[in-house]
């Protein structure tokens, strides 16, 4: 059992590993991780037992769909997690107004948050007060499978603009190649199109220009835009037959398995998608590569051609956890624990200095790719809050689909935008 509040008052616990002097569990919830992952963080867990005295660590994992739609409900009853996988973002900003976070400024060990980029402390801040913090960032990248590509004939330097992309999709539809695997039943993995084209089209500054109702705020010109050219793709019909009816993770493993040419996903798939595989083993690296979303030509605003999309995610403290949980929260990000997670090429630590340990030629690319680019934005359907992503979402497969029109789309997101 938790201890209530008058008796964690008494319990002083510091990351670098003071004992505590009572029983506590601190529990955390994520979404479900690969084996490597798991493993590094029990070994977190049982390494922070063991310096602090009567407190245990307790992971407890479900799956991306389910938890989304379980987390809201825990965070309303007894049974809220202490620390739970955050995308930062909007939906923190709701949780904080929700009365489910609690502030962790005062909580941390001196100077830690300068261990920590501002662009990942502002993800998870509200109002100038600190509510979580950043463990990696992600970047959402084309995945491809260069056998088939080769087979082709696809030269992947050339690929630079949306022309050329879809360029090389009807050359590979005409080599009997399925250009792209996705999931559409999870319809996220189909938001991703969208959000990079309205990022592409609007610039660094068209989201949160949006949020502000400026330029007829998500029917802006950029918005609609990026719908008409997520068509024109669509149209080709470049995913795999039965695409909307198959998983994230099924389509994962249609990747790794050979099933397409390429796979609209973040970086964080590189361990995952071999698991998933039918081999267990997945695409050997001389047969995977990664290139940048396409910049696109003419677009209705500069600047966007050279951001990146991903996440920078991380954890957020609910309400009634203990000052042992934030304590835990701070070892798990402490230089030492990030730069061995990115020694194991786990996921790319965002603490400062923390990636010189990789050698994953795809996980330093991604890395470059985020420190070289103009703005990193968040994904949309984390950054902008659950309904509004949820609309985000439904709008890209409906989009993807053929079912409504880039105008009908943009308003049916500005519609949540204004409800929510």
């Known amino acids: 059992m938790k201890h209530p509040a008058a008796a964690l008052a008494a319990v002083t616990v510091m990351a670098g590993g003071q004992a505590a002097m009572a029983q506590t569990q601190i529990d955390v919830l994520r979404v479900t991780v690969n084996d490597e992952q798991a493993v590094y963080f029990d070994r977190l867990a049982r390494e922070f037992e063991a310096q602090n005295e009567g407190v245990t660590v307790r992971f407890d994992y479900v799956a991306n769909e389910a938890y989304k739609a379980r987390l809201p409900t825990l965070l309303q009853s007894n049974a809220a997690p202490d620390i739970f996988y955050s995308w930062g973002g909007q939906t923190v900003v709701e949780q904080v107004e929700a009365g489910f976070l609690q502030p962790i400024d005062d909580l941390l060990p001196e100077g830690f948050r300068d261990t920590i980029p501002e662009a990942g402390l502002l993800a998870y801040s509200v109002d100038g007060q600190l509510y979580g913090l950043p463990q990696y960032a992600t970047e959402v990248v084309l995945w491809t499978n260069t056998a088939l590509t080769d087979q082709a004939g696809i030269d992947l330097d050339a690929i630079r603009t949306w022309d050329d992309f879809l360029e090389a999709v009807q050359t590979l539809k005409d080599a009997g190649i399925t250009p792209i695997v996705a999931g559409g039943q999870d319809k996220w993995p189909l938001h991703f199109y969208w959000s990079y084209l309205a990022l592409r089209q609007g610039g660094p500054n068209v989201v949160t220009d949006a949020m502000e109702g400026a330029n007829g705020g998500f029917q802006s010109e950029a918005f609609i835009e990026a ?36 796979h609209l996903m973040g970086d964080w798939d590189y361990l995952p998608m071999r698991e998933r595989s039918t081999s267990g083993e997945g695409l050997p690296d001389d047969q995977l590569a990664i290139i940048s979303f396409p910049a696109v030509a003419d677009p209705v605003a500069e600047g966007g051609n050279d951001a990146t999309l991903g996440g920078i995610n991380g954890w957020a403290v609910s309400a009634g956890a203990s000052p042992e949980a934030v304590a835990f929260l701070a070892f798990m990000m402490n230089a030492e624990n990030q730069r061995e997670a990115g020694r194991q ?55 993807a689909q053929g079912a409504i029109t880039p105008e009908d789309a943009a308003a049916q997101v500005q519609e949540a935008w204004d409800f929510r």
């Open 227 to 262: 719908g008409r050219q997520f068509q024109r793709l669509t149209e080709l019909e470049p995913f795999q037959p039965g695409f909307i009816a198959t998983t994230y993770e099924t389509a994962s493993g249609m990747f790794a398995d050979g099933a397409g040419a390429f």
């Open 345 to 399: 090429e786990l996921f790319i630590p965002i603490a400062v200095g923390t990636a010189d340990q990789m050698d994953n030629p795809f996980y330093v690319q991604v890395a470059e790719n985020i420190e070289a680019s103009s703005f990193h934005q968040i994904f949309l359907d984390q950054f902008l809050g659950a309904s509004v992503g949820a609309a985000i979402n439904d709008v890209s497969a409906d989009l």
